[in-house]
Every structure is written in structure tokens, then in C-alpha cells.
């Protein structure tokens, strides 16, 4: 049984273990369902305290499942989310809703700063 | 070696018979349980009346006579299976032709081979969804192809279309089975002694002589078992036929074995399904008698000196 | 020289028409794949050769939304059973075949005639015998009718009467039980028909369809192939999400198979080679 080790039946398996637990344990460093993003209004301008909701995916449908508010600078954070696919939508009653950004993520409730923000349509 | 006072178990020769039927059991119970009952039990409730509710009865031959009478679907299900039948000589045919293609220290020759066997293993479900994509009216390729080269000005629903739907489903199972074919039939083709053709070839035999009077007898045996298997496919198509049709349009895909499915397990007929299954059964047999007379009788196998 | 040139477009052309063939061999993997991974409306008109903005979200989407996790767990269990149980069975009947006992010939025949009988010939009593058995919706029911090959038996026999005579006879003047001779002797130098049991099998019971579709009751026992029978309906949307869900399935068995070509390939044919 020389060299058993050097045949494709045990490297081929092994790899995709190795690969597999790294995998694992990068999900389990980073899947704390945060979401991290900001908003602006049409001018490019930070939104300080709107609205921003958070849509689950659902088979065909998509559920709201909670809201938070955007702070001094027009940050927000989610901490809570669960899914693998969400979409964001911000709102204030002076500058509108923004259109509904979709959020698609690797893995459930995997760590995400977002690099475009949510785009209120009007100027205060 | 005396015997005399050596009981049953101590005799070596019983504890050695005991242990091969032990070794026998497992493999024994599995095929009795599930091939040779099963025939069996088919058989015997085609002749009863029964549901799970209510006990059995003897009723002989009427679900045969209501098969041959009142089942339009049996009849165009037959119909279907035969053409499903038909269309193999065309594909082991076609796989003749890639074996001698690939039948050489061609360089990629393992590569091709590979190729063309990749679909073989593959679920006949994830194929039926393949191919029910490639057929699709408007994203699939197949139409994409054909309006572009210009050959049809509206997309063919082709397996909504009466006529074109049980050649879409051969279609698409010739394009899974080819590769088996091709590999059988280039075990065959490297079976064969060369020096047959090295003495043709001196004897002046032209490449088709030597194709029609050595290569085709000598591929008696694998050609057999390509049509054997062509038959057997017709018969186990469900997958395919379940995923891309359903039977349909209308029964225009339905095989033998989506009406015995269908009336077994989704009207409960179990013994009108297993009178079905006795009549499919016994056109297995006659047909592959049939091929085995056609073949020279013993399956096909070629005397060599 | 004339000869040779000729021989040379000769070559050329074989090139050429396999790689013909080769070319529409690959173009359904192709589509399906470029399904997959494609961004846009997959039914607009006229499809797009190359997939726009591609992405791999859809295998996400698949992953979480349906249970595929779960249909891959049951499709493992159940192949995992077959082909130990197949390597274990077919390996004793298989040895039992070598020796040389009363009714042999009926036990051989008996075999051979199995062959001929499909499974789909059978569905109907094996559906009623499992019940009786109260195996429905179970692994061990799901994996029952696939626990013994014939062909794999011939296999096992074939690589056993190759073993010299002359091993298994010093074995036996040696001392070992016929367990053991199985085990340490004739095992070991039979590994190409367990690696061919094994892929055959697997292959096998990896792809049925029929029997675990009249076998499970719940939804959460269903194997591969039936989970993707039955999302075809909820999945037909305007994304490739099916097709996501096709290539993941098909991706273990065509990994499988480019491991094990050889085996596979010479399992299938050792039935062509009258066993």
C-alpha cells in the first residue's frame, strides 16, 4: 500500500474537506447579520433619521421584517438580519422613498458594508 | 476420512456448504423479494380484482379484455413505446459512427470519448430539465438557432406540439444514451483481432467490404446488447418522459410505463397497473427474442477459432 | 508524397467531426450553466449567447430557499447504504459463486434470469412488499431493492476465480477461516471490482427517481432527483434559479464520474463481455 495517499481517491476528498472547513469557519467568524450603509438625498447629501426597512426574501415575495433609523450622518446599521437575500428601502415624509436596493449576500446573515448608498429622489 | 462419528456441523464439508448458503442469503432474499415475487404477484393480481380496501377476487381475464377494448390510452401508449423502440437502430447507428471515429490512438481520443459519455451518468431528471430549457419557445436554444439560420419564422413549441413532442423526448434520450452505446461498441470494435483486416487488406479487400464482412459480425455480440438496452430504455424512460411531458400533450408522450404508473399509483388501479405491467413485461421478452433470432441465436456471440 | 497528405486531411477531417460532435455533446451543459449564472429576464427574446452580468447568487437563492441541504443529506444516506450494502452482499455471493457446490447451476441461472427483469416491470408488488414491510419513507426502504446487483456479483466472481489458486490454498494450509481468506487474500487483490461495485452503485442509487417518487411520503425524505421534480413548478420564475438548482445536482455525479471513468466504464462494459 505504497503512496496510497497520492491517489486521487484520498486527495480529491481531502481538498474538498479542507475546503469545506475553511469555509465553515469563515461563516462562523462573519454571519452576525449586520448590514452597514448609509443614505443620501439627491444632492448627494447625508439623510440624518430616516427610515430604513428591511425586506426579507421569501419564495416569490418579499416580507418586511423590520426598520431602524439612520443617525447624525445619515448611517445606519442593521444588526438582526437572518437572510440571504434582503432588500432595503429608506423613507423620509419630506425627500420620498428611495427605490428598493437588493442586498444579496453569500451566506445567511453574513457581515456586509454596503458601498453604494440608498438615494432619496428629492433635494430639502 | 471417517465420517461415523462426526456430527452434521462437525463434517467440514457441511460447514463449508452451510456458509456458502449463508453467503448466498443476502443477495438471494433481495432478488426474490424485489424481482422474482414481484413477477410473480403481478401476474397473479392481474387476474383478481383488488384495492387495498377490499379483499381479492377472482375475476380472469376482463382487465385484459378491458386493456384490448376500452383503454385508448394503452393503445396509443404502445404506439408510443414501439416508435421510442424504433428509433435506436438510428442511434446505435449515429454511435457507431463516433466509435470508429474515436477508435484509434487518435490524440484526444480519451478526451472525445469522454465527452461524448459525460451525459450517461447523469439524473434523467436534471436531462429532462436541460433539454426542456433547450426546447423552451422563447429562451431556448434550439428555436434561437433555428430562427437565425432562418429555417422557421415563429418559435415550435416542441413539446407542446402533438406532433413534435415524442421526437423531442427520443431526442433528447438518444442524446443520453449515445454515449453508452458508443462505449460498448468501441469494447466491441477493440475486440477484434486485427489480423482480420491486415489479411482482407492483402486479400485487396476494398475499406467498405471490410467494413460490411469483418467489423459488423465481429460486432454481433456488443450490437445485440445496444439493441437489448435500446429496448430496456423505451421501457425505463420514465424520468425523462415524467419531467419533460408528463404523457402529454394530450397522451402524445405517454408511454407504457407512465400508463401503468399512472393507474397504479395515481388512480389506484394496483391490479389493472399490474395487468398493464404483465403485457409490458411480455413484449420485452418477445422482443428481445426476437433480436436474439435476429442476431444468430445466442446472443449474438461470434465463434472464434 | 500523395499518401501521406491524404492520410493527413484524413486525420484532419476525424478532428473535425468530433469535434462537431463533441461541440453539440457540450452545448446542453453550456446552456444550462450560462442559465445559471445569467442577470437577466432568462425568457426574453432573443436569448443572449453569453450570460449578461453573471452572478452566482442564484446558488444562494437555491441553497436557503428550498431544502436542498436537506435532499442532499437523505440522497447520501440512502446511496451510502446501497453501495456498502452492495459491496458487502455482492462480495459473499460473489465468493460463494467461486466454490463448487450442490445446485450451483440452479443458483447461476436463477441470476441470469434476474437480469431480465427491470425494475419498472416490478414497481407495483415491490411498492406492496415494502409496505407490508413497513419500510415506506424510510432510508433502509429507500435503499432495500438496490442492495444487490447481478452484475456486480460477476464482477466480484470474475475478480476472485483470478486470484492464483496457489494464495488461496497457502491461506488454507495457513489455517484461516473462509472469513478470513475473504478479508486478508482475496479482498485486497480485488480492488478494481470494489472500486467498480462501488461507482456503480453509487451512480445507481444516486440517480433513481421512480422508486423513492412511490416510496416517500414526506416531504423531507425525498432524495435529489425528487426535490427537483418537484420545485420545477415553484421555481419557474424569470430568473435561472432552477437551472441553479439543476447544476448543483448534477455537479456531485459529474465529479463522481471524472474520479472514476475507468471503473465505471469497465463495470458497464464487464456485461458486454458475457459475465
Redesign the interface.
Known amino acids: 500500500m505504497t503512496r496510497w495517499w497520492a491517489s486521487r481517491w484520498f486527495i480529491v476528498p481531502t481538498l474538498m474537506l479542507l475546503v469545506t472547513l475553511g469555509w465553515l469557519v469563515y461563516v462562523g467568524r462573519h454571519d452576525n447579520g449586520l448590514i452597514e450603509g448609509r443614505i443620501v438625498d439627491a444632492a448627494g447629501q447625508p439623510v440624518a433619521g430616516a427610515t430604513v426597512r428591511i425586506f426579507d426574501r421569501g419564495f416569490v415575495t418579499y416580507q418586511e421584517r423590520g426598520r431602524t433609523r439612520s443617525d447624525a450622518d445619515g448611517r445606519f446599521r442593521i444588526t438582526d438580519n437572518t437572510s440571504h437575500s434582503v432588500q432595503l428601502e429608506a423613507e423620509t415624509p419630506a425627500l420620498g422613498r428611495s427605490k428598493r436596493m437588493e442586498v444579496r449576500l453569500w451566506f445567511a446573515a453574513q457581515d456586509v458594508r454596503l458601498t453604494d448608498p440608498l438615494r432619496l429622489p428629492a433635494k430639502p | 476420512m471417517g465420517t461415523q462419528n462426526v456430527s452434521w456441523w462437525g463434517q467440514q464439508r457441511n460447514r463449508q456448504l452451510a456458509l456458502i448458503v449463508c453467503f448466498l442469503l443476502p443477495s438471494l432474499v433481495i432478488f426474490f423479494l424485489y424481482r422474482i415475487l414481484p413477477l410473480g404477484w403481478n401476474v397473479i393480481l392481474s387476474f383478481q380484482s383488488w384495492s387495498p380496501l377490499r379483499p381479492a377476487e377472482w375475476i380472469g381475464f376482463e382487465h385484459y379484455v378491458e386493456m384490448w377494448e376500452y383503454d385508448d390510452v394503452f393503445w396509443i401508449a404502445l404506439k408510443n413505446t414501439l416508435i421510442f423502440i424504433a428509433a435506436s437502430p438510428l442511434a446505435i447507428a449515429a454511435a457507431l459512427g463516433v466509435a470508429l471515429l474515436v477508435n484509434s490512438d487518435l490524440k484526444g481520443a480519451s478526451i472525445y470519448r469522454t465527452i461524448v459519455f459525460l451525459s450517461y451518468p447523469l439524473m434523467a431528471i436534471a436531462v429532462g430539465i436541460i433539454w426542456r430549457w433547450m426546447y423552451d419557445e422563447r429562451g431556448g436554444i434550439i428555436n434561437y438557432a433555428l430562427r437565425s439560420a432562418g429555417l422557421i419564422d415563429k418559435p415550435i413549441g416542441f413539446l407542446q406540439d402533438f406532433d413534435w413532442a415524442l421526437p423531442s423526448v427520443i431526442f433528447a434520450e438518444v442524446w443520453q444514451i449515445l454515449g453508452f452505446y458508443m462505449i460498448i461498441l468501441l469494447t466491441g470494435l477493440q475486440s477484434i483481432p486485427q489480423n482480420l483486416y491486415e489479411a482482407a487488406r492483402i486479400d485487396g479487400a476494398p475499406a467498405w467490404a471490410r467494413f460490411f464482412r469483418i467489423t459488423i459480425p465481429m460486432l454481433r455480440p456488443s450490437l445485440f446488447l445496444c439493441v437489448v438496452v435500446g429496448i430496456l430504455n423505451s421501457f425505463s424512460s420514465f424520468d425523462l418522459v415524467y419531467i419533460m411531458t408528463n404523457g402529454g400533450p394530450g397522451h402524445a408522450t405517454e408511454l407504457l410505463i407512465t400508463h401503468i404508473y399512472k393507474a397504479g399509483f395515481v388512480q389506484t388501479k394496483f391490479d389493472y397497473a399490474a395487468a398493464l405491467t404483465v403485457v409490458q413485461f411480455a413484449l420485452l421478452v418477445a422482443l428481445t427474442f426476437v433480436a436474439n433470432k435476429a442476431a444468430g441465436g445466442n446472443a449474438g456471440a461470434v465463434e472464434r477459432d | 508524397m500523395a499518401s501521406r497528405s491524404k492520410h493527413a486531411t484524413l486525420?484532419g477531417l476525424?478532428?473535425l467531426?468530433?469535434m462537431v460532435?463533441?461541440f453539440f455533446?457540450?452545448?446542453?451543459?453550456y446552456?444550462?450553466i450560462k442559465?445559471a449564472i445569467t442577470n437577466e429576464n432568462?425568457?426574453?427574446?432573443?436569448?443572449s449567447l453569453l450570460p449578461q452580468n453573471p452572478?452566482l447568487?442564484n446558488f444562494?437563492?437555491v441553497?436557503?430557499?428550498i431544502p436542498f441541504p436537506r435532499y442532499l443529506l437523505n440522497s447520501i444516506i440512502v446511496s451510502t447504504i446501497a453501495v456498502v450494502g452492495n459491496v458487502?452482499?455482492?462480495a459473499?455471493?460473489g465468493?460463494?459463486?467461486t466454490?463448487q457446490?450442490?445446485g450451483r447451476n440452479l443458483?447461476l441461472a436463477?441470476?441470469l434470469s434476474?437480469m431480465?427483469?427491470?425494475?419498472?416491470?416490478?414497481?407495483?408488488?415491490?411498492?406492496?412488499?415494502t409496505a407490508k414491510l413497513s419500510l415506506l419513507n424510510t432510508y433502509f426502504g429507500l435503499a432495500?431493492?438496490m442492495?444487490?446487483t447481478?452484475v456486480c456479483?460477476f464482477v466480484f466472481k470474475a475478480a476472485f476465480e483470478a486470484v492464483p489458486r496457489s494464495l488461496i490454498d497457502a491461506a488454507r494450509l495457513d489455517g484461516l477461516s473462509?472469513w478470513r481468506i475473504i478479508l486478508r487474500v482475496l479482498m485486497p487483490l480485488s480492488k478494481p471490482a470494489i472500486a467498480t461495485n462501488v461507482i456503480l452503485t453509487f451512480?445507481w442509487s444516486?440517480?433513481n427517481?421512480?422508486w423513492p417518487l412511490?416510496i416517500t411520503r414526506d416531504p423531507l425524505m425525498q432524495t435529489?432527483?425528487l426535490g427537483?421534480?418537484r420545485f420545477?413548478s415553484?421555481l419557474e420564475?424569470t430568473t435561472g434559479a432552477?437551472?441553479a438548482f439543476?447544476v448543483m445536482?448534477?455537479a456531485p455525479?459529474?465529479?463522481?464520474?471524472?474520479?472514476a471513468?475507468k471503473e465505471?466504464?469497465r463495470g458497464?462494459?464487464s456485461?458486454?463481455?458475457?459475465g
Open positions: 486525420l476525424r478532428h467531426t468530433l460532435i463533441a455533446m457540450l452545448v446542453p451543459f446552456w444550462v442559465t432568462i425568457y426574453a427574446y432573443p436569448p452572478h447568487f444562494v437563492d441553497w436557503y430557499l458487502v452482499f455482492n459473499m455471493a465468493y460463494a459463486l466454490r457446490f450442490a443458483v436463477l441470476f434476474c431480465l427483469i427491470p425494475f419498472q416491470a416490478t414497481i407495483i408488488p415491490a411498492y406492496l412488499i432495500l431493492p442492495l444487490s447481478i456479483i473462509e451512480i444516486w440517480n427517481f421512480l412511490l435529489l432527483p427537483l421534480a420545477l415553484y420564475d432552477l437551472y439543476a445536482v448534477l455525479s459529474i465529479l463522481v464520474f471524472l474520479m471513468q465505471f466504464i458497464l462494459t456485461g458486454a463481455t458475457k
